[in-house]
């Protein structure tokens, strides 16, 4: 019989929150786990019980019809390692609807293999209901009079007692390269197989590479990964969506972060930038381009880029090339103060070159081995900004640091999770270049050139 895993403290948001780790991985389902642990009230975690007495017991059925009960959960099964699964798959279940305050009293409990469902499932195992109408939020589809939960149930589930999902649904998979810097995938395809196969939910019949004008899409973020099926794909998956012809595109967010499954740090964009970032200091004045800059002021490597860089920075602001949007992106909360009090600064002069001034010395300290502190900002910016500017910035620094933190969160709902993160875009010809990480001059240029080009 396959082991069961830990169960303790598991209700149903949780275990399809699983589903959503095992389909989109860590980096992904990160965001979802955050928000869906807000809206959930806490638990408490009560130890692994046998069921209520009085409950329904449960028993193998040739057939779904067999399960005649007015109320009813099953468990579909393909194969002999998810049929032995079975008692786990209920053990867990009872703790999960019992943490949801979902009551089993009563409840008829089948398992029934895949052969004996009117009609094919998308995955395996599954659990189908009738009778328990606190699950319909849950559900996705109705076969002989039972309503399916939805295939990050199943995934969780499956993860969770320890079996292999089966699918039966199939696709192809379309990596989408763009032709910015950055952009290219360098990932072996066949490496992404078992990934894709958990996005989409289904087998994976081929992995091709093309390029944005090898398909009929037009495609908001690039590079990223197109789904081909004769099958419902998009059906409870949140963050695929029909785009015609059988094809199905990953929404927004999870366009932003797949770039760095394709191995890929660059994302090309047709999208201009979103209000939150236009919300900081800014230095220069009328441009060709606009640059924002995500930035923390203890990021080593915000120091690094604005010690090699920062000279052809300055120059390239200077001869109208960049307007420069300096973003609050906090990864060390310990650093809240620092950015608040430089925001004051600028809010109160208006004075972006001061700001880049200022901005120059707290890295150049953090790169030379010294963590900038309040009192190191203080001392630098009354010699940039003069005492009367300083003392004014610091009445207004609380105000300012809450308005970082809630910016900070909208920022991470956007897909915005490293610093430096450089996002270039050309308002006129409406392209766009967002990389995460370190960047040389001569990087810089590139992707100056690149996005200045028809």
């Given at each position: 019989?396959?082991?069961?895993?830990?169960?303790?403290?598991?209700?149903?948001?949780?275990?399809?929150?699983?589903?959503?780790?095992?389909?989109?991985?860590?980096?992904?389902?990160?965001?979802?786990?955050?928000?869906?642990?807000?809206?959930?009230?806490?638990?408490?975690?009560?130890?692994?019980?046998?069921?209520?007495?009085?409950?329904?017991?449960?028993?193998?059925?040739?057939s779904l019809a067999q399960c005649s009960a007015a109320k009813a959960l099953v468990y579909v099964y393909e194969g002999?390692?998810?049929?032995?699964?079975?008692?786990?798959?209920?053990?867990?279940?009872?703790?999960?609807?019992?943490?949801?305050?979902?009551?089993?009293?009563?409840?008829?409990?089948?398992?029934?293999?895949?052969?004996?469902?009117?009609?094919?499932?998308?995955?395996?195992?599954?659990?189908?209901?009738?009778?328990?109408?606190?699950?319909?939020?849950?559900?996705?589809?109705?076969?002989?009079?039972?309503?399916?939960?939805?295939?990050?149930?199943?995934?969780?589930?499956?993860?969770?007692?320890?079996?292999?999902?089966?699918?039966?649904?199939?696709?192809?998979?379309?990596?989408?390269?763009?032709?910015?810097?950055?952009?290219?995938?360098?990932?072996?395809?066949?490496?992404?197989?078992?990934?894709?196969?958990?996005?989409?939910?289904?087998?994976?019949?081929?992995?091709?590479?093309?390029?944005?004008?090898?398909?009929?899409?037009?495609?908001?973020?690039?590079?990223?990964?197109?789904?081909?099926?004769?099958?419902?794909?998009?059906?409870?998956?949140?963050?695929?969506?029909?785009?015609?012809?059988?094809?199905?595109?990953?929404?927004?967010?999870?366009?932003?972060?797949?770039?760095?499954?394709?191995?890929?740090?660059?994302?090309?964009?047709?999208?201009?930038?979103?209000?939150?970032?236009?919300?900081?200091?800014?230095?220069?004045?009328?441009?060709?381009?606009?640059?924002?800059?995500?930035?923390?002021?203890?990021?080593?490597?915000?120091?690094?880029?604005?010690?090699?860089?920062?000279?052809?920075?300055?120059?390239?602001?200077?001869?109208?090339?960049?307007?420069?949007?300096?973003?609050?992106?906090?990864?060390?909360?310990?650093?809240?103060?620092?950015?608040?009090?430089?925001?004051?600064?600028?809010?109160?002069?208006?004075?972006?070159?001061?700001?880049?001034?200022?901005?120059?010395?707290?890295?150049?300290?953090?790169?030379?081995?010294?963590?900038?502190?309040?009192?190191?900002?203080?001392?630098?910016?009354?010699?940039?900004?003069?005492?009367?500017?300083?003392?004014?910035?610091?009445?207004?620094?609380?105000?300012?640091?809450?308005?970082?933190?809630?910016?900070?969160?909208?920022?991470?709902?956007?897909?915005?999770?490293?610093?430096?993160?450089?996002?270039?875009?050309?308002?006129?010809?409406?392209?766009?270049?967002?990389?995460?990480?370190?960047?040389?001059?001569?990087?810089?240029?590139?992707?100056?050139?690149?996005?200045?080009?028809?």
């Amino acid at each position: 019989m396959a082991r069961g895993k830990k169960s303790r403290g598991v209700d149903v948001k949780t275990l399809i929150l699983l589903g959503i780790i095992v389909v989109l991985a860590a980096a992904l389902a990160f965001t979802y786990w955050e928000f869906y642990q807000k809206q959930a009230p806490q638990q408490a975690q009560p130890p692994q019980q046998a069921p209520p007495q009085g409950q329904a017991g449960q028993g193998e059925a040739v057939s779904l019809a067999q399960c005649s009960a007015a109320k009813a959960l099953v468990y579909v099964y393909e194969g002999e390692a998810q049929r032995e699964a079975a008692k786990n798959a209920f053990q867990l279940l009872d703790i999960v609807f019992r943490n949801s305050g979902i009551s089993l009293q009563g409840v008829e409990k089948c398992v029934v293999p895949a052969r004996g469902v009117g009609k094919k499932l998308r995955v395996y195992p599954v659990i189908l209901y009738r009778g328990i109408p606190q699950l319909d939020k849950y559900s996705v589809g109705e076969v002989d009079g039972f309503k399916a939960l939805g295939p990050h149930f199943s995934l969780g589930l499956a993860e969770r007692i320890g079996v292999k999902p089966v699918f039966s649904y199939s696709a192809a998979a379309v990596i989408v390269e763009g032709d910015a810097p950055f952009t290219q995938v360098k990932v072996n395809l066949d490496e992404l197989r078992g990934f894709l196969t958990q996005m989409a939910v289904a087998n994976i019949t081929k992995i091709e590479k093309v390029k944005a004008g090898d398909i009929p899409l037009k495609l908001k973020y690039l590079p990223t990964v197109v789904f081909v099926s004769n099958n419902p794909l998009a059906e409870g998956l949140d963050y695929l969506t029909p785009a015609g012809n059988g094809y199905y595109v990953p929404g927004d967010f999870a366009q932003k972060i797949l770039p760095r499954y394709l191995g890929a740090r660059g994302i090309e964009t047709s999208e201009p930038p979103p209000q939150q970032l236009e919300k900081g200091p800014v230095v220069g004045g009328e441009a060709k381009l606009e640059l924002y800059i995500l930035e923390d002021y203890w990021c080593p490597f915000c120091g690094k880029f604005y010690k090699d860089t920062g000279d052809e920075l300055t120059r390239l602001i200077k001869d109208g090339t960049l307007r420069v949007h300096f973003v609050d992106l906090i990864i060390h909360p310990q650093v809240v103060p620092l950015h608040a009090f430089a925001d004051c600064l600028y809010n109160k002069t208006r004075d972006g070159w001061k700001y880049l001034n200022l901005t120059l010395k707290l890295y150049g300290m953090l790169d030379s081995g010294k963590t900038p502190r309040l009192e190191d900002a203080k001392a630098a910016a009354e010699k940039i900004f003069g005492p009367d500017a300083v003392k004014e910035a610091l009445s207004c620094m609380n105000a300012t640091a809450k308005n970082i933190e809630a910016r900070n969160q909208e920022l991470g709902k956007l897909g915005f999770s490293a610093t430096p993160t450089f996002y270039l875009w050309n308002p006129e010809l409406k392209k766009g270049l967002i990389v995460r990480g370190y960047i040389t001059p001569d990087q810089l240029d590139q992707i100056v050139e690149w996005a200045s080009q028809p």
